[in-house]
């Protein structure tokens, strides 16, 4: 299965928060699943640390992502397109940008937020 993380869910399994479900997690320890992370979860989660919000650095976040074998997807122009494209009522850019990138992958969402489920096939929590 090919899976793609909400910002909050790489950065609960990352602090091994109790936070993340238990499906989330056992999705994400799962070997034969495809986990990625995207380019705009590091760019959320980084502006979060730069701004005290979270306890942790951006070199252990990297660090935490590479040694577990998740897989880094960079934003192309077609996410972004399709983001721009969306008749959803959410304005937060990089929340589109996920969404775009789960549509486009082929990837499961693994998500907390609800408002995913207006137009995401398919959410896990």
């Known amino acids: ?3 793609l993380l909400d910002s909050h869910a790489v950065y609960w399994w990352t602090i091994g928060s109790e936070r993340l479900s238990p499906k989330a997690r056992m999705l994400i320890e799962n070997k034969a699943n495809s986990v990625l992370v995207s380019a705009v979860s590091f760019y959320e989660l980084d502006n979060k640390m730069r701004l005290k919000k979270l306890d942790l650095k ?4 990297r660090a935490a992502v590479a040694a577990s074998g998740l897989q880094t997807l960079a ?3 077609l996410h972004a397109e399709l983001a721009a494209s969306f008749d959803w009522d959410h304005r937060d850019p990089w929340d ?5 990138q789960a549509r486009l992958e082929h990837c499961a969402f693994v998500s907390i937020d609800v408002a995913f489920d207006a137009i995401l096939p398919e959410r896990i929590w």
């Not at 951006?58 to 976040?61: A, G, I, K, R, S």
């Not at 589109?96 to 775009?100: K, N, P, Q, V």
């Open 1 to 3: 299965m090919k899976v």
């Open 58 to 61: 951006p070199q252990e976040l």
């Open 75 to 77: 934003v192309s122009d």
């Open 96 to 100: 589109r940008i996920l969404a775009a």
